[in-house]
């Protein structure tokens, strides 16, 4: 499944109208998503369609039976220039944090355990209202024990941050186990680096 890509619309001065006298030229550019990934994104009306795929790309309609214009570069400068509102008005980029457990545990290694007061601040400064934790695990062991190992550290990973002072509500919980791992791997094959819970702030 492509990456959705985050597309910008521009109707001459009025950046958020939903329709353009006919002298008017739209205009759209495709910037990166919040993980720096570009996918692409297809401008079409009665007249025609043109694919953008590179960042700063940018194509104009003149009208809705003329085609959109041959994809060109823009500038950074001119980007800014002409959606810097849209751009400033757009959420910050969600903040992921990997903590790393000991083998067959659910418990934290020293060096996780320090992320979680980085945690509590993140929440805290953003006003979060949506903190997503995954849980993770290597493939040590069966598929239905590694969900189930996943998930406790998840789980553990919520009791944790609840016990700080975060809200509950704020919070959703899965376990990946051993599918999605960081490191791919044989079966049965210890990684310390797939042992894991992502936790996402936004």
Not at 15 to 39: E, H, I, R, Y
Request: charged fraction near 20%.
């Amino acid at each position: 499944m492509k990456r959705l890509p985050l597309a910008l619309a521009w109707c001459g001065l009025l950046l958020l109208a939903s329709s353009c006298a006919s002298t008017t030229k739209n205009t759209v550019v495709l910037q990166p998503d919040a993980d720096g990934k570009t996918g692409e994104v297809v401008v079409s009306n009665r007249g025609g369609s043109q694919v953008l795929t590179q960042p700063g790309q940018i194509t104009e309609i003149s009208n809705a039976a003329s085609a959109p214009s041959t994809p060109a570069q823009a500038e950074p400068a001119a980007i800014t220039k002409t959606f810097g509102p849209a751009l400033a008005a757009l959420p910050d980029p969600p903040v992921r944090y990997l903590l790393y457990f000991q083998s067959a545990s659910s418990s934290l290694t020293p060096e996780s355990e320090k992320l979680i007061a980085e945690i509590l601040s993140s929440v805290k400064t953003r006003s979060s209202t949506d903190l997503s934790i995954v849980g993770h695990t290597d493939r040590k062991g069966s598929r239905q024990q590694n969900y189930r190992l996943g998930l406790n550290r998840a789980l553990a990973i919520k009791s944790l941050l609840i016990s700080k002072g975060i809200d509950p509500s704020i919070i959703e919980v899965e376990s990946h186990g051993e599918d999605n791992p960081l490191i791919k791997t044989e079966d049965e094959v210890a990684e310390p680096r797939n042992r894991r819970v992502e936790v996402t702030v936004r």
